[in-house]
């Protein structure tokens, strides 16, 4: 099980929202390289970046700052990154700067055959994110819920070639009160592709609960507030996942 420290990107700093609300961001960082390198001193094993900026503008608005994480981090770890991402030529410069995963999320749902073109142009390389309300897919930065199923939709995504699917529960996310573990579980049975489980996360117990579902395709989850504000130790959350994974 991977406990992937998150870095979302505002305005070239370090921040963390709440639900998803742009204004209610809390700076942790000015300096998002040296936080990259943190959580790569700390135990990380991959990390998750969002330009947060982007997926509010549709395009690249971090891309200097991406590219001194990728630098700092030197292809010692997976990176992966979302957020603006809506053409292969985009796709293609992150990946040319070293950036293992893109994560295709808004674009997935409002342009049609793009997810599939980034599939087949970069086996391997894409993610998709799916944040979800009440089991129905949000987009635009959360700002719209749609009326599309998260799990019709992900099961038509893993046609496409996705290597893992990236489920937020946008109700949790920033929130400290816990994984939806029961929503997450019911997608990863319905797909043959690996969940990445998003959204929640507030201290050891939450990732003791989520390694004893690992068997079920949950291989990740990615925690943000709970690791800067301090109710959950990172490199000790990452070495109890490694211990809980060795004895399953």
């Known amino acids: 099980m991977l406990i992937i420290p998150a870095i979302d990107l505002k305005d070239g700093q370090c921040v963390r929202l ?24 700390q135990g990380a094993q991959r990390l998750h970046l969002v330009d947060l900026d982007g997926a509010f503008a549709g395009k690249p608005k971090n891309e200097l700052i991406i590219r001194e994480i ?32 893109v994560i295709i999320g808004t674009a997935a749902v409002k342009i049609p055959g793009f997810l599939q073109d980034a599939c087949d142009a970069f086996p391997g390389n894409i993610l998709v994110g799916l944040d979800a309300k009440d089991g129905k897919v949000a987009v635009n930065g959360w700002s719209k819920i749609t009326g599309h199923d998260v799990i019709e939709l992900a099961k038509k995504f893993e046609g496409y070639g ?18 939806n573990v029961k929503a997450t579980v019911e997608l990863a049975n319905e797909l043959m592709v690996p969940v990445i489980a998003s959204g929640g996360i507030t201290n050891l117990d939450d990732v003791k609960t ?3 579902i690992e068997h079920e395709g949950i291989i990740g989850a990615i925690t943000g507030r709970a690791i800067y504000e301090g109710s959950l130790d990172f490199r000790e959350a990452q070495q109890l996942a490694d211990k809980m994974s060795a004895g399953n």
């Open 162 to 179: 996705v290597e893992a699917v990236i489920y937020t529960d946008i109700g949790r996310d920033g929130m400290l009160n816990g994984v």
């Open 210 to 212: 989520l390694c004893k």
């Open 70 to 101: 990728v630098e700092t981090i030197d292809g010692k770890i997976p990176i992966q990154l979302g957020g603006g991402i809506r053409d292969l030529e985009t796709i293609d410069r992150y990946l040319d700067y070293g950036i293992t995963y």
């Open 18 to 41: 709440k639900q998803g609300i742009m204004e209610d961001a809390t700076v942790f960082s000015d300096n998002p390289g040296n936080m990259a390198k943190h959580w790569l001193e």
